[in-house]
T-cell receptor
Framework: DAGITQSPRHKVTETGTPVTLRCHQTENHRYMYWYRQDPGHGLRLIHYSYGVKDTDKGEVSDGYSVSRSKTEDFLLTLESATSSQTSVYFC????????????FGPGTRLTVT | SQQGEEDPQALSIQEGENATMNCSYKTSINNLQWYRQNSGRGLVHLILIRSNEREKHSGRLRVTLDTSKKSSSLLITASRAADTASYFCATDYQGAQKLVFGQGTRLTINP
């Protein structure tokens, strides 16, 4: 988990409220990713970023938006949280110089009630 | 749908035994990676094997890749209690910068 932090680590929120999760890296890696992990589905890519202000959708992007205004920060926003977005969210980073091996943050457990 | 499918979904062995996990995928790849996840933690990269490699070693880990069968295996020798974790394969068939993860094998090492 060194070099990657996620905040908050745990959050409980109500349906319909906006939620923003933050990923912060100190490794200066070019690529940043948001995944969600659910039982029976493994790890699924939500969005990723290949540079400042450059983002693209992943497999399960509906209901999520992202922003990257600085190399070190990648934000994931749930505009209007739903119970189906209850999950554990992981941020990861990678860089071409490291053969795109991904390094993961500690995760954020989000519960939408 | 998942590109990588791990087999078995769960594996329980005695400490000291070897553990073998398999991963199958559907389309051509440039490389395949294996990751470990301890309960409640993020994934940790274990090893990467390129499509032109057949076998790779790292400590007690041995990974094989058979591109003709589109499959890979991860062998952990002389297992320890600390190896208890979930293990995931990941492929880059959508591009090197985007990995697609399988659903994982949950490995339990019994003392």
């Amino acid at each position: 988990d060194a070099g990657i932090t996620q905040s908050p680590r745990h959050k409980v929120t109500e349906t319909g409220t906006p939620v923003t999760l933050r990923c912060h890296q100190t490794e200066n890696h070019r690529y940043m990713y948001w995944y969600r992990q659910d039982p029976g589905h493994g790890l699924r890519l939500i969005h990723y970023s290949y540079g400042v202000k450059d983002t693209d959708k992943g497999e399960v992007s509906d209901g999520y938006s992202v922003s990257r205004s600085k190399t070190e920060d990648f934000l994931l926003t749930l505009e209007s949280a739903t119970s189906s977005q209850t999950s554990v969210y992981f941020c990861a980073i990678s860089d071409p110089g490291s053969s795109y091996e991904q390094y993961f943050g500690p995760g954020t457990r989000l519960t939408v009630t | 749908s998942q590109q990588g499918e791990e087999d078995p979904q769960a594996l329980s062995i005695q400490e000291g035994e070897n553990a073998t996990m398999n991963c199958s995928y559907k389309t051509s790849i440039n490389n395949l990676q294996w990751y470990r996840q301890n309960s409640g933690r993020g994934l940790v990269h274990l090893i990467l094997i390129r499509s032109n490699e057949r076998e790779k070693h790292s400590g007690r880990l041995r990974v094989t890749l058979d591109t003709s069968k589109k499959s890979s295996s991860l062998l952990i020798t002389a297992s320890r209690a600390a190896d208890t974790a979930s293990y995931f394969c990941a492929t880059d068939y959508q591009g090197a910068q985007k990995l697609v993860f399988g659903q994982g094998t949950r490995l339990t090492i019994n003392p």
